[in-house]
């Protein structure tokens, strides 16, 4: 299940419960005996990036289907989305070996949709945290994710500790394939997924990678083309980057005015920006991810925040 975009007026309201909202990797989990698999929102199988996460023994059921968070906390205790991409620019067995050790993952639960052959997406949600509870045995490699009724307060911590913001979750909510307002979430900092469509030439310290990706977002089926981000890259993503950008023709229905190397429209990123222009344009645009874990056509212009 899949929120929508709210914002701060939820936080009174008592017919929701407030979850911190984590950075990192949404994924599900598959429990059938002793094996366990991870699969991310595109569907791709991700288990063997994650040798530590073996959890069947922390999981008191036959079966079942968990849906949360992947991170990787840093020496604050906080989830450190940078961390968590060095594990995800690797494809080397040994690399990912070694960086499970250095940079060890947690997966954070916060729902359960099977529990051995049962369909549980039809109970409420406060009913599916009760089981969930049941099922659960935590420890460093497994949590559950904590909530509060009080909204207000959950926002001052968030702000305090200036983590990304917070998920808002109606009680009685059933689990349905798709984007609902029955999840709601309020982001402390401006950011959007955006379909990179393009890249310019690098100058200088940048002459072996890229001046700057550009961005779009789908309006219907057409790619909208919302400014360029050059900020926020280190040599080691600007590498990756370059790697996987695959050269080609695309349309957007308002092509920049500039030299462009086009690329497949198939790579997501999230930028955090501090406004919309009136063109639809974001103003002061920074890098902050990857999103491997996100189909491009989920990237519209309806998720722009003023």
Same mark, same amino acid.
């Given at each position: ?21 984590? +950075? ?11 094996? #366990? ?44 989305? !940078? ?11 040994? +690399? ?16 359960? *949709? ?10 409420? *949600? ?20 904590? &909530? ?6 959950? %926002?001052?911590? /968030? =702000?305090? @500790?200036? #983590? ?10 059933? &689990? ?5 307002? +029955? ?11 955006? /379909? ?6 690098? =100058? ?9 990706? @550009? *961005?779009?977002? &789908?309006? $219907? ?10 900020? $926020? ?8 980057? @370059?790697? !996987? ?12 005015? &500039?030299?462009?190397? %086009?690329?497949?429209?198939?790579? /997501?990123?999230?930028?955090?920006? @501090? ?16 999103? %491997? ?7 519209? /212009? ?5």
């Amino acid at each position: 299940m899949l929120a929508k975009m709210g914002d701060t007026s939820i936080l009174k309201n008592r017919e929701y419960i407030f979850e911190p909202k984590l +950075d990192g990797t949404r994924a599900i989990l598959i429990k059938d005996g002793a094996e #366990i698999r991870f699969v991310n929102r595109r569907g791709y199988n991700i288990t063997r990036r994650y040798p530590e996460l073996n959890l069947s023994e922390y999981i008191k059921c036959e079966k079942c289907i968990l849906d949360g968070e992947i991170i990787v906390y840093n020496s604050q205790g906080l989830p450190d989305f !940078h961390l968590l991409q060095l594990r995800d620019l690797t494809e080397s067995s040994k +690399d990912i070996k070694i960086r499970a050790e250095i940079y060890p993952a947690t997966y954070v639960v916060f729902d359960i *949709l099977e529990k051995d052959g049962e369909n549980l997406r039809d109970l409420d *949600l406060m009913e599916r945290k009760s089981i969930l509870k049941e099922v659960m045995r935590e420890n460093e490699r497994i949590q559950i994710i904590p &909530y509060m009724e009080n909204g207000e307060k959950l %926002w001052e911590i /968030v =702000k305090k @500790l200036n #983590i990304e913001g917070i998920m808002a979750k109606r009680k009685d909510s059933r &689990y349905r394939e798709g984007r609902y307002d +029955d999840w709601l979430k309020i982001k402390y900092f401006k950011t959007v997924d955006a /379909v990179t469509v393009g890249y310019t030439s690098g =100058k200088g310290k940048r002459e072996e990678t890229f001046g700057a990706l @550009l *961005l779009a977002l &789908y309006e $219907g089926e057409n790619l909208r083309f919302i400014g360029k981000v050059g900020t $926020g890259f280190d040599e080691s993503i600007s590498k990756y980057l @370059l790697s !996987h950008l695959e050269k080609d023709e695309v349309n957007v229905i308002n092509p920049p005015n &500039y030299d462009v190397i %086009w690329v497949k429209p198939n790579m /997501v990123c999230e930028v955090q920006y @501090l406004e919309v222009t009136e063109d639809k344009k974001l103003r002061a645009p920074s890098f902050k991810r990857l999103r %491997w874990d996100k189909n491009p056509k989920e990237c519209k /212009v309806e998720d722009l925040q003023r």
